[in-house]
């Protein structure tokens, strides 16, 4: 399995979006997926055309259950036309009020969602964080394998990123296996503007070793989550088949670099018997 949660504190940069591009990219490739909608509106859940969810992902993280993701999935109401519908363990409105009840365990309530994964038999999972540092982000970041940094090319960009990626690196001295990695980040809704390109090239000049294929502002993803349908179906819509591509090239990159170090792991394990 492989685990990838998309981050940022700041709200408004397209987390959301980001998550169901590749999850209909992921879709279109045949990859079983599930998405975790660990924000509190729900987007990425409404995305996925679930608007009354049967269960949701607060069961798993107001008591600590044991492979316990599996039992509050449900498939999405994505057309089958568009490839191998996604599952979503979805947000309700009561997320909203779980953090506080998550911050009075005396034990510390970081790793229940990372419980839940266990026996987890999705190829990816995609978890879709709130644009916070608070014990939601913190339970994705103690869950999954890769973080994947969604940023916008505006003013306080670079900053929020540092933010971002201090609070990832703090995770990993706590977590016995040093993960999350950082996958990178992803400029996300770069336009042609000139303001764009200037604070595009501010975050290629502070993150150079962390830079991402970018993904264009572009009408056509935004009307793919209004209609709650993926990317790759909205058929000769303009621009959809340009942000599709760009969904699978990015895909593509995640999934190659966490199969890529996961045999490096396995290979430096065989050579301690050598």
């Known amino acids: 399995m492989v ?11 397209g987390k959301t979006s980001v998550t169901l591009g590749l999850a ?15 924000d509190p509106q729900g987007n990425a859940t409404t995305g996925l055309g679930v608007f009354e969810p049967l269960k949701g992902v607060i069961n798993v ?34 997320l909203s009020v779980c953090e506080p009840r998550l911050a009075t365990d005396p034990l510390g309530a970081q790793n229940r969602l990372s419980l839940s994964f266990e026996s987890a038999n999705w190829p990816l999972v995609i ?18 394998d890769l973080t994947l940094v969604v940023t916008e090319p505006g003013a306080w960009s670079v900053d929020g990123v540092a933010r971002m990626i201090q ?38 000049e502070a993150y150079s070793s962390y830079q991402l294929p970018k993904v264009h502002l572009r ?27 760009e969904f699978d090239q990015l895909l593509t990159l995640l999934l190659e670099d966490e199969y890529s170090e996961s045999n490096s792991d396995e290979e430096e394990h065989s050579d301690g018997y050598l």
Do not use: M
């Not at 990832?168 to 503007?193: F, H, Q, Y």
């Open 3 to 13: 685990s990838i949660a998309i981050v940022n504190q700041k709200g408004g940069v």
């Open 24 to 38: 209909s990219s992921a879709a279109r490739r045949g990859l079983e997926t599930l998405i975790v909608d660990l």
């Open 61 to 94: 993280l107001e008591e600590e259950t044991v492979g316990g993701i599996s039992e509050v999935s449900e498939k999405a109401k994505w057309p089958s036309s568009c490839g191998q519908i996604p599952y979503v363990a979805a947000s309700t409105p009561n």
């Open 127 to 144: 978890v879709d964080c709130p644009p916070s540092l608070g014990l939601l982000t913190i339970n994705a970041l103690f869950a999954v």
């Open 167 to 204: 609070t990832i690196e703090k995770v990993k001295t706590r977590r016995v296996d040093s993960k999350p990695e950082i996958a990178g980040i992803a400029v996300n809704r770069l336009g042609r503007t000139r303001d764009d390109s200037y604070w595009n090239a501010k975050l290629e």
């Open 219 to 245: 009408t056509a993803v935004a009307e793919a989550s209004a209609q709650s349908l993926p990317i790759h179906g909205l058929g000769n819509r303009s621009g959809a088949a340009e942000a599709a591509a």
